[in-house]
């Protein structure tokens, strides 16, 4: 099931946030949105949800214009992680994890336990949500996601909350779901996460989306240093690059 | 049956035969019915007086409880009461308009037009939030305290320019809220409505679980922000105008209900809405039949008696929050 956008312009109180971006996202891949702060990567990532109507132009999940799918049904297709998912109520977190099948109606044990192995919160299932530290929280929120099965997983910082080892159990269930036929587009700031596990790469500025492609010229150093300002250059070998700053 | 319904559905069990025999005749149920001098007057009192006010009892309190659960679900926020929204103070004005023009029989169709009113008012200016503009709850909040303020304003007016001082003792003892006198007519016309309302928050109980992960989170799941508030507006619309038009102002049911209920629950605001419309039952109903046995010369208002039971554990949740433990 593809996800597309046509010419997508999204506006948030009157300013245009999301420019006339055209992109294909493809199923099977992971694909990093980058961006400086305040480069409309979040509402990019709310776009393609469905949750911003379009000021101009369109969204495609698979042959329908997303607009026009119901929200339930839409929801069972993607799903969404935002950036600061609250928790209001003090619901335990295998309670949370299972509202992942709210789009489906159903209350479906194997994919909300599967959701649990997978980001190993075996340990934590019977604790208040509320009383969990960021990394664990950040990772309950996406076992939320997961739960639902959905074939588009858009998450908005889902990194930003976790340790290190974390980090890459993360990317690698991101990778595992790309391999199993889920498409995956996530809001990354850490460029160096985005060129080492990306398939493919969006940079925005300014609300415009000013490349994509392959994560090697799409994050290529003039790239950065007309969407950050920044002088980089990338060193290390394909896989296991850093980013080393030169200078304003 | 899950915990929490279960305690409550036993209380409500144990206190509705209780209260209708309590009161200033007390009556014994067990004593023989042939040895009884004033049986038909017994009778009488059972079932034309204490039975349909222990069943307006019941379907006030449910109202409020559930209303109470689905605000605090619908705003996630412990604090939150049915009556800040607005509905019940303009129920509450259009059955003070019947008093000031002094045609009491129309009171209750005063009040459902006031709360119809509010409603619409609440659903015209909140419901409109276009999608993704956010905002959507601050709205409807905001809208509801300002329609509660004015409503507020205007029974004030009302009550100060009363044509008579008559009206005037009327008028306050009615906001007090009561369910003295009240009689079959007042059931016929509550419960139905609670009924629908009741109906319509229960419809909303899954859209109110995905709301625990915030607004956003709620869309993305498949939840329609402007359907849902319609569907609470007419719920606790329904729920609140019914039980305003019937008994008048009853407080803080709505808000203490929840907080009863949430620590026998696994906290998804779906589970609260059945077990806090018994909870509610039971609080009303023990209230009123509270109200009727305390040694007073003159019947204390049921409101009166809510309110304060209401105001001091209001102050112990705020206490709480302070701590942290909310």
Redesign the interface.
Known sequence: MKLACDTLTLSRGGELVVNRVTSRFEAGHITAVVGPNGAGKSSLLQGLAGLIEPAHGNVMLGDQDIASILPATRAKHIGYLPQNAEIAWDVSVRNLIALGRHPHGDAAVAPVEAAINVMQLERLRDTPATRLSGGERARVLLARVLAGTPNWILADEPLAALDLAHQVTLIDHFKTCAKEGAGVVIVLHDLALAMNHADRVVVMHKGRMITRGAPRNALASDVIEKAWGVKTRWIGVPGQRALATLGM | MTRANLIFAALLAVLLPLSLFAGRVWINPFADVGAVADADNIGLILMELRMPRAILAVVIGAGLGAAGAAMQGYL?NPLADPGLFGIAPMAALGAVASFWIGVTWVLPIFALIGAGLGMALLAAIAGRT????GGGIALFTLAGLMIASLAGTLTALAITMAPNAFAMSQIVLWLNGALTDRSWDEVWIAAPLTVVGLGLLFIAA?SL??????E??A??????PSRLLLILVGGVGLTIGAGVAVAGIIGFVGLIVPHLVRPLT????SSLLVPSALAGACLVLLADSLVRILPFVTELRLGIMLSLIGAPFFLWLLLRMRKGEL
């Open positions: 996630r276009p999608s993704g503009a899954r679980d995905a709301l625990t992960l915030g956003d989170t869309r993305s799941m498949g939840v329609n696994n906290k998804m605001p």
